[in-house]
T-cell receptor
Framework: DADVTQTPRNRITKTGKRIMLECSQTKGHDRMYWYRQDPGLGLRLIYYSFDVKDINKGEISDGYSVSRQAQAKFSLSLESAIPNQTALYFC??????????????FGPGTRLTVL | AQKITQTQPGMFVQEKEAVTLDCTYDTSDPSYGLFWYKQPSSGEMIFLIYQGSYDQQNATEGRYSLNFQKARKSANLVISASQLGDSAMYFCAMREMNTGFQKLVFGTGTRLLVSP
């Protein structure tokens, strides 16, 4: 079974619609992240969360919001989707701790198309 | 600000040969970590190898090794004995340890194609 799951895996929607992407993890990690990937730009951080009560903006948070419903669940919302939000979205998790490896573990990704 | 640069958009290698994927970085934090991830055509991100800035030896993980040259701020990934399954996008990433959150910043990636 996958440790980090994302739903849906693919979504096509129209401009102006509200969309929620969901992420669940069974790794027991406190830290969770949302990234988007665009061709030629690598991955860019949208939001991140240390724990249920801690949510922070990343480098490209405009147009997005998040909810950390539980330690294992972190949702990303597009309140009013626009075409330039068409991208591959990844959720990731990592264990806490400073000065150690703590690599991030990624979900399978959600491919979102906004028409 | 932390920055990762991958200057090779694409690389070609023949099966069973070694290949080096370049990565340079910029940071003012003396404590940082460098990561390589593989993204096959199926899309998932797979962690490959990690190098800490204070590690004395270059990291190795099976056929993957990291050529870490701290003074030159480079962290090149070396894949030995390439296999067809190594065809994928490869991303270099860095995390500064002394910032408040330890954000992971990615390069733009290198697409590797392994030919028979």
């Amino acid at each position: 079974d996958a440790d980090v799951t994302q739903t849906p895996r693919n979504r096509i929607t129209k401009t102006g619609k509200r969309i929620m992407l969901e992420c669940s993890q069974t790794k027991g990690h406190d830290r969770m992240y949302w990234y988007r990937q665009d061709p030629g730009l690598g991955l860019r951080l949208i939001y991140y969360s240390f724990d249920v009560k801690d949510i922070n903006k990343g480098e490209i948070s405009d147009g997005y919001s998040v909810s950390r419903q539980a330690q294992a669940k972190f949702s990303l919302s597009l309140e009013s989707a626009i075409p330039n939000q068409t991208a591959l979205y990844f959720c990731a998790t990592s264990a806490p701790g400073q000065g150690s490896r703590n690599e991030q573990f990624f979900g399978p990704g959600t491919r979102l198309t906004v028409l | 600000a932390q920055k990762i640069t991958q200057t090779q958009p694409g690389m070609f290698v023949q099966e069973k040969e070694a290949v080096t994927l370049d990565c340079t970085y910029d940071t003012s934090d003396p404590s940082y970590g460098l990561f390589w991830y593989k993204q096959p055509s199926s899309g998932e991100m797979i962690f490959l190898i990690y190098q800490g800035s204070y590690d004395q030896q270059n990291a190795t993980e099976g056929r993957y090794s990291l050529n870490f040259q701290k003074a030159r701020k480079s962290a090149n990934l070396v894949i030995s004995a390439s296999q067809l399954g190594d065809s994928a996008m490869y991303f270099c990433a860095m995390r500064e340890m002394n910032t408040g959150f330890q954000k992971l910043v990615f390069g733009t990636g290198t697409r590797l194609l392994v030919s028979p």
